[in-house]
């Protein structure tokens, strides 16, 4: 089974920074394009950044010029380094990862369990 799990989340001032880890794991052939949600309580989840398997980028208005999605394909993890936070930033951050099993023609979606970034005033 295949499990993707992120990491370093935590409480930051505002202005500061933080990096998201995202690992994929299990039976992986190869990995699509992979992406970073976030959800603010009470707010629906919205597209943060994505990245294709050859590094192509996009990201929401919002975070253009603050915040650099980039992947490593051989650890099959993808990274959110967030520069100059702000409070609207606070939600949980969730991974989805476009994984081609070794049993699957093409890419199935798998999401992780979220990692909380709280931006203080």
Do not use: H
Request: contains cysteine.
């Amino acid at each position: 089974q295949v499990q993707v799990v992120e990491s370093g989340g935590g409480l930051v001032q505002a202005g500061g920074s933080l990096r998201l880890s995202c690992a994929a794991s299990g039976n992986i052939k190869s990995i699509n394009a992979m992406a970073w949600y976030r959800q603010a309580p009470g707010k629906q989840r919205e597209l943060v950044a994505s990245i294709t398997s050859g590094g192509t980028t996009n990201y929401v208005d919002s975070v253009k010029g603050r915040f650099t999605i980039s992947r490593d394909n051989a650890k099959n993890t993808v990274y959110l380094q967030m520069n100059s936070l702000k409070p609207e930033d606070t939600a949980v951050y969730y991974c989805k990862a476009g994984v081609v099993a070794y049993t699957l023609l093409g890419g199935m979606d798998y999401w992780g369990k979220g990692t909380l970034v709280t931006v203080s005033p």
